[in-house]
């Protein structure tokens, strides 16, 4: 657990982080969202000691992070900046062995570790291991980066745009990899981004910061439907509100008794992907089942556009 | 696209042909006109240019300009760089065998005193391969290992021929020949004083180097200092040096002890190690701060200590530019070094300044060939290392 205590940061005249306070749960993703030059770069370097708070603390796991030397605070820290920061003279392998190399694991245990997360992030180590980082692709770069971070199993994973740089479908699957890697490690993860469709995406909890104050701190389908009056309700008040708030639940939190024709839908796609296929398919309900079992319920378009609405 | 590779390829071709119509200009009239030789009755009186049908005999010199010829026209006509190479380096080789052979046949035969010298024909031919050579090597784009390797090779060529005694009979050989006791020494001085400033510019530059890129103030000090030091002509700073070091050496044993002198070794090395600084220390400044800021974060972010962050990644990654400033100094050096030898600091100035004292030009080449030759060797190692040192990520 990650309790943020009145962290203020100030830089002669300028508040670059207010007065933020927020608790980030063991083995969650909390992403922080908010417009550019709002402090959330800021906030997230004073985690891991970059940035010296001016005022206020940082406790993990009860233990204030300013009683821990620097570098083995950090070294315990997971973290991606945005560009990765891959070390170009190095090679993949001689990247992701740099925490370990300074914790002094001995060479087989980090060559082991290395080639493990090779795998994780389905890089062939045969093929990858000896590369430098310029022949990467963007996106090999980025799992690189992240797998560089992993390297010492941390409990706390700190992110900074991690995906900015992406094309779409490849930020799609880097998504999806860092949320599988999450489920299973259950890492901690602090992620900061300016792009809302992520935040809703990753996030447990997010937290909306606008000059350098956190406006609102709350799980998305909360922000969502009750967003702080201002700030919050302009950023995630737009016209596609319904569409985040359904993509949110589950086909198994709306579906109903009952069997229905047509192509069965797995009861844990998400309701916006559900409402596509319904449409799709002309058709006014579908069956819900896991792969080929037979259908006992069946989720329906009245079903699916109840939950796109903030509860009564 | 095809249209593109086209117009790309044509606004190639007219340069090629320019350097190759050059070339070809340069060897053709070279050998036509311009004296191939120049015979002396000794060292130091005027010579009597003679034209290379002149000099050798009817065959040697058909020899010589069938080589020539073919030269001229692998320049203008062939375009594979290869076979450009190929031709220039052995037109080099022929050229170098057939001087020394002109001069045994034009020196009577024991007389001790004749000097037999290339003349500006040869040196035309020489320059008009040797840049056909370069053109090729350039195009050729060989590797760091492969261009040391040619450069070895290049070296091993010149002392074959050079043992084989086939220019024995050359005024510059025999200048060495009277000289052969000195002249060891005179480049070993040569290479400490370059060598020596340089490492001492190295030993207190890149650790200079490292805190002008940290503190921003001491930088805005430093540097200009440098840059004014650069600025005072060589003599001029030798002169300077000698005073205080004079001084040094009359009154502190110690360093009377140590060897310094106001003048000899201690005041060039000391001004050579003086303009060697400024290459160092700027080169160092800016390699550092051209390492990316996000690799610095990086590293910063993963717990790398202030040095850890110094020796793993900042200096590794500032290395080319560094390697590219040591090469500034170190060709630099060779050449400043002549001068040394006005104070009294020995080296291959000593045949220079003698040479011209006694107007004789081959004593002035025997000292400077050596060093161009030596520049241009630490030029192409050195250069070589830049290229090994960012090849990873280049
Ligand atoms: N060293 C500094 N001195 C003064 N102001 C600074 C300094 N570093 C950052 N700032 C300012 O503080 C504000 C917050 O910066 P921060 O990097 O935390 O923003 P951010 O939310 O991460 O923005 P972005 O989305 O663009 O990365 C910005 O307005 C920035 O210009
Ligand atoms: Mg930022």
């Given at each position: 657990m990650i309790a943020i205590e009145?962290?203020?940061?100030?830089?002669?005249?300028?508040?670059?982080?207010?007065d933020v306070s927020m608790v980030v749960d063991t083995g969650t993703i909390t992403v922080v969202v908010g417009t550019s030059g709002a402090g959330k770069s800021t906030l997230l370097r004073m985690i891991n000691r970059l940035i010296t708070p001016t005022s206020g603390r940082v406790l993990i796991d009860g233990q204030d992070t300013m009683d821990i030397p620097e570098d083995r605070l950090r070294h315990r820290i997971g973290y991606v900046i945005q560009g990765n920061g891959l070390f170009p003279h190095r090679t993949v392998a001689g990247n992701i062995a740099t925490v370990p190399r300074l914790l002094g694991w001995d060479q087989k245990r980090i060559r082991r570790r290395v080639e493990e997360l090779l795998d994780l992030f389905q890089l062939d180590p045969a093929e990858f291991a000896n590369k430098f980082p310029?022949?990467?692709?963007?996106?090999?770069?980025?799992?690189?980066?992240?797998?560089r971070a992993l390297a010492a199993e941390p409990r706390l994973l700190l992110m900074d745009e991690p995906f900015g740089a992406l094309d779409p479908i490849i930020r799609g699957k880097a998504q999806a990899d860092l949320i599988a890697i999450q489920r299973r490690f259950g890492t901690t993860i602090v992620l900061v981004t300016h792009d809302m469709e992520e935040a809703f995406h990753?996030?447990?909890?997010?937290a909306v910061m606008n000059d350098a104050q956190l406006l609102q701190y709350d799980t998305p389908a909360q922000l969502l439907t009750r967003p702080a009056a201002g700030f919050v309700e302009r950023l995630v008040g737009s016209s596609d509100r319904p569409f985040r708030l359904l993509s949110l639940a589950k086909v198994r939190d709306a579906m109903e008794p009952g069997d229905a024709p047509g192509e069965p839908i797995d009861p844990d796609v998400n309701l916006r992907d559900a409402l596509s296929r319904l449409i799709w398919a002309g058709a006014d309900r579908l069956p819900v089942a896991h792969g080929n079992d037979t259908a006992t319920a069946h989720i329906s378009v009245s079903g699916i556009l109840s939950h796109g609405r903030p509860p009564q | 696209m095809p249209d593109t590779t086209r117009s790309r390829a044509s606004s190639v071709r007219p340069s090629?042909?320019?350097?190759?119509?050059?070339?070809?200009?340069?060897?053709v009239l070279a050998l036509w006109l311009a004296p191939f030789v120049s015979v002396r009755a000794n060292r130091i009186v005027a010579g009597q240019p003679l034209t290379a049908i002149e000099a050798l005999p009817v065959s040697a010199a058909a020899a010589l300009w069938a080589v020539v010829l073919i030269v001229a026209a692998v320049a203008l006509l062939v375009r594979s760089p290869w076979i450009r190479l190929i031709t220039s380096v052995g037109g080099l080789l022929s050229l170098s065998v057939t001087v020394g052979f002109a001069a045994s046949v034009l020196t009577p035969a024991g007389d001790s005193f004749a000097r037999v010298s290339p003349a500006s024909g040869f040196w035309f031919l020489t320059l008009g391969m040797a840049l056909l050579a370069a053109d090729s090597v350039t195009r050729l784009n060989f590797t760091p290992g492969l261009r040391l390797a040619a450069l070895a090779l290049a070296a091993l060529a010149l002392w074959l021929v050079i043992a084989s005694g086939a220019w024995d009979d050359l005024s510059l050989m025999k200048e060495y020949a009277s000289r052969s006791d000195s002249f060891g020494g005179a480049v070993r001085q040569h290479l400490v004083l370059a060598l020596g400033s340089l490492a001492g510019?190295?030993?207190?530059?890149?650790?200079?180097?490292?805190?002008?890129?940290?503190?921003?103030?001491?930088?805005a000090l430093i540097l200009p200092a440098l840059n004014v030091i650069q600025t005072i002509p060589s003599i001029a700073l030798f002169g300077i040096l000698m005073v205080p070091l004079g001084f040094l050496a009359a009154t502190v044993p110690l360093a009377y002890a140590m060897g310094v002198r106001g003048i000899g070794t201690a005041p060039a090395v000391i001004a050579l190690f003086l303009y060697s600084l400024l290459p160092i220390v700027a080169n160092t400044a800016v390699g550092l701060a051209q390492v990316s800021p996000s690799v610095v974060d990086a590293a910063r972010g993963m717990g790398m200590s202030r040095w850890q962050r110094l020796?793993?990644?900042?200096?590794?990654?500032?290395?080319?530019?560094?390697?590219?400033?040591?090469?500034?100094?170190?060709?630099?050096?060779?050449?400043?070094?002549?001068?040394?030898a006005l104070i009294g600091g020995g080296g291959l100035g000593t045949f220079i300044f003698q040479g011209i004292?006694?107007?004789?030009?081959?004593?002035?080449?025997?000292?400077a060939l050596p060093i161009v030759l030596m520049a241009f060797v630490a030029a192409i190692v050195l250069d070589a290392m830049v290229d090994l040192a960012g090849g990873a990520r280049a």
């Open positions: 009145h962290l203020t940061k100030r830089i002669g005249e300028t508040t670059l982080v207010d310029r022949h990467l692709s963007g996106g090999q770069q980025q799992r690189v980066g992240v797998a990753l996030g447990d909890r997010i | 090629l042909d320019r350097l190759g119509a050059l070339v070809t200009l340069c060897v510019a190295v030993i207190t530059g890149v650790p200079l180097g490292i805190l002008c890129h940290r503190l921003p103030a001491l930088r020796f793993a990644i900042e200096i590794p990654l500032a290395l080319p530019v560094v390697l590219a400033g040591i090469r500034i100094v170190l060709v630099q050096n060779l050449g400043l070094a002549a001068v040394a004292g006694q107007t004789a030009i081959d004593l002035v080449l025997l000292g």
